[in-house]
T-cell receptor
Framework: DQQVKQNSPSLSVQEGRISILNCDYT??????FLWYKKYPAEGPTFLISISSIKDKNEDGRFTVFLNKSAKHLSLHIVPSQPGDSAVYFC???????????????FGKGTLLTVNP | DAGVIQSPRHEVTEMGQEVTLRCKPI?????LFWYRQTMMRGLELLIYFNNNVPIDDSGMPEDRFSAKMPNASFSTLKIQPSEPRDSAVYFC????????????FGDGTRLSIL
């Protein structure tokens, strides 16, 4: 059973528009959430994170929203650029980890394609 | 700054052979992680070390898999004997200790067992 689910294997958007990537989780005790980005033939790279005490965290074009009641988080990219084309993973450490991100569980990922 | 370095980048070998994957973490990082990525199971944590000591190896699939970290700058993941179902991309990552420290990944080793 997956603790984090990314139900959309792929997403295609036009350059300049908004990309919204979604992730659902099962355990309400998760207290920290991360997003990683992965290009082909490279390892994942950390993108942005959010603590469960917040409902939004923003870093430039990237914003993560957390809806605890729905056990749902989303990553918004505005405006989307062709260089954003990659696989995006959400990840969580064990419940009540307090931000100690050692034993991460990853979703299966969503392939984002941004068309010029 | 050099990132996490993995070798080899690609490995093709026959079933039954011993396979050794290597990783050099980022200097100064306290934690080292080994992951496996497959189509079926996605990205899974196999084992992680803190200050060269294995902390959690609950993700290691079988006794055929072993990992060592003889010093702060080197780790190996060994499969002996290898089987076709071990074919996957294996990633090494490292991080500092502490709250909210992200893991930094190497570019992976693509392993194919024939």
């Amino acid at each position: 059973d997956q603790q984090v689910k990314q139900n959309s294997p792929s997403l295609s958007v036009q350059e300049g528009r908004i990309s919204i990537l979604n992730c659902d989780y099962t355990n309400s005790m998760f207290d920290y959430f991360l997003w990683y980005k992965k290009y082909p033939a490279e390892g994942p790279t950390f993108l942005i994170s959010i603590s469960s005490i917040k409902d939004k965290n923003e870093d430039g074009r990237f914003t993560v929203f957390l809806n605890k009641s729905a056990k749902h988080l989303s990553l918004h990219i505005v405006p989307s650029q062709p260089g954003d084309s990659a696989v995006y993973f959400c990840a969580v450490p064990p419940p009540n980890s307090g931000g100690s991100n050692y034993k991460l569980t990853f979703g299966k990922g969503t392939l984002l394609t941004v068309n010029p | 700054d050099a990132g996490v370095i993995q070798s080899p980048r690609h490995e093709v070998t026959e079933m039954g052979q011993e396979v050794t994957l290597r990783c050099k973490p980022i200097s100064g990082h306290d934690y080292l992680f080994w992951y496996r990525q497959t189509m079926m199971r996605g990205l899974e944590l196999l084992i992680y070390f803190n200050n060269n000591v294995p902390i959690d190896d609950s993700g290691m699939p079988e006794d055929r898999f072993s990992a060592k970290m003889p010093n702060a700058s080197f780790s190996t993941l060994k499969i002996q004997p290898s089987e076709p179902r071990d074919s996957a991309v294996y990633f090494c990552a490292s991080s500092y200790a502490g709250v909210n420290q992200p893991q930094h990944f190497g570019d992976g080793t693509r392993l194919s067992i024939l």
